[in-house]
């Protein structure tokens, strides 16, 4: 009795959950922004060492905890190792891999993953409020 099921998205949501909100990222599932990523590598240059080890070892381990990422890994001679990222929204990330060890380039790839592609914005103020107070902003010198 403790959950309901969305009659829109057949969801099963929790009862802290409201079922009328839109699914998006972080309220009711995870939607991975992340589409594809392309590995590039060099196969005998030293940057590329723990790109190569990490093909070797880990990435079909990756590939199948995240399926819906398309992984793919390309030759290029004599350049340094990146990992190239496609996102929903349209938008493609380069990260340089250069010495990286293979935990370090797992992070990195978890860290493409979750984020959304849009590139960082600067906030205007250090707070936010879809209702902002009819009597204006509290400032130190109002009531002197």
Avoid at 29 to 43: D, E, G, S, W
Avoid at 48 to 71: H, M, T, W, Y
Avoid at 104 to 121: D, F, N, T, V
């Amino acid at each position: 009795a403790d959950e309901a099921r969305d009659a829109k998205t057949g969801i099963m949501a929790a009862s802290r959950v409201n079922p009328r909100f839109v699914t998006s990222n972080g309220i009711t599932r995870f939607i991975c922004q992340l589409r594809a990523v392309t590995l590039y590598y060099c196969k005998t240059g030293g940057s590329s060492k723990g790109l190569r080890q990490f093909i070797d070892q880990d990435l079909v381990e990756f590939a199948k905890a995240n399926p819906e990422i398309a992984v793919s890994a390309k030759i290029r001679n004599s350049a340094h190792p990146e990992a190239v990222g496609e996102y929903l929204n349209g938008q493609v990330t380069s990260e340089e891999l250069r010495n990286f060890n293979a935990f370090e380039i797992q992070a990195k790839l978890q860290e493409m993953r979750s984020a959304s592609g849009s590139p960082a914005q600067k906030f205007k103020s250090m707070t936010y409020t879809q209702t902002p107070s009819t009597q204006g902003n509290w400032n130190p010198f109002m009531f002197k």
